[in-house]
């Protein structure tokens, strides 16, 4: 028997090592890792930047909690701030996992405004901590707790009328993915994204972007708020943030951080030197290689090529991106499978998920359009 649970369904090999957008099994086959470790591996696996700025902290100092002021925090989260300044935030929480990111600013939106309840979005996927939960639409998982959550108003997604009919006047904060990644890519239109705003800011509610997905680069722009133009209150960030290193990030608006004070939050491993090394070593690699460029076009190269008699439409932006398959996905997913390519399902039966490395290369890109122009005949 196995020492360790059993609780997700895991690709069928041992992954033993990692470079770029490559990972390699303990009995040394090589996949194209299409799926990025679930969205995180922003820089590639393993990117001798992003690595030797994680080997040198952890010769310095490997550990000190928030009862010390350390330099390298400070820098990761003025780094972090200027390159998410289009969205305008400007104070950061560090935590460890996109979960608490989400809880820590659902947490302060209901104490900022003093109301007991949250709105999400049908479609939407949050977290497994209890706020974040019940925020998610995702009945398997919210179903054994469903007494424990706090009181939700789920809405459909994208849907203008619904936005102009809905009080928010009881409504602490509204939490949503820029593009719905779990659902299957959803997207809405820049017009609804900018109503939405403006009718939380009429009812005093925080806007909270879940931006643990979109965030840093992969949909194009710095994050998904800009890409539409929008403002949050709160943005929480993970996945990606440390190219691995796990990390969480709420950033707040300069009116949301005026009502959090001190105590309000706290975490022992939060904003830890190896996490902040590793954060401002992924910006830099951002910045340098242009990879935010790299997302563009990579991205509108794949919505061009991978149409066709496999593929009906290619949804999302950037590199975060959905194939919707003519016939069942999981179909499409084998054959990209025996061709060693890793690619995630999603919760629609017919679409899959691209989330690769924003360093791909042109070979891998390549092998993936022909790999999909066979299976389609
Ligand atoms: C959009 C979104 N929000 C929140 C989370 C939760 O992040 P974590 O697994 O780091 O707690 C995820 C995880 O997949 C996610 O995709």
Redesign the pocket.
Known sequence: MNALLDTYPAFPFVLDSGCNDMVVSAEGVEYADWYGG??VTMTGHCHPHVVAAIQAQAQRLLFYSAAARLAIREQAAEALIAHLAAAGGQRVFFC???????ENALKMAIKATGRMRIAAFAG??????LL?LSATDDHKITSPFAKLLVPALQLPFADLDVLAATDFADIAAVIV?PI???SGIRTAPREWWQRLREVTAAAGTWLII?????GLGRVGTSSGSELYGIQPDAM?L??GLASGV?I?ATVFSASAASAIEQGDLGSTFGGGPLAMAALIATLEVIDNERLIERAVSVGGRLKRSLIGNAVDSVLGEGLLLGLRTRGPAKDLKQHLFERRMLVGASSDPHVLRLMPPLTIKDETIAALECAVKEFGG
Request: aromatic fraction near 4%; include cysteine.
């Open positions: 679930h969205c460890n996992s996109g979960a608490e990111a989400n939407g996927w949050h977290g497994r901590t974040a993915e719905q990644s779990m879940d931006e643990i997905q979109t929480t993970a996945k796990p969480g």
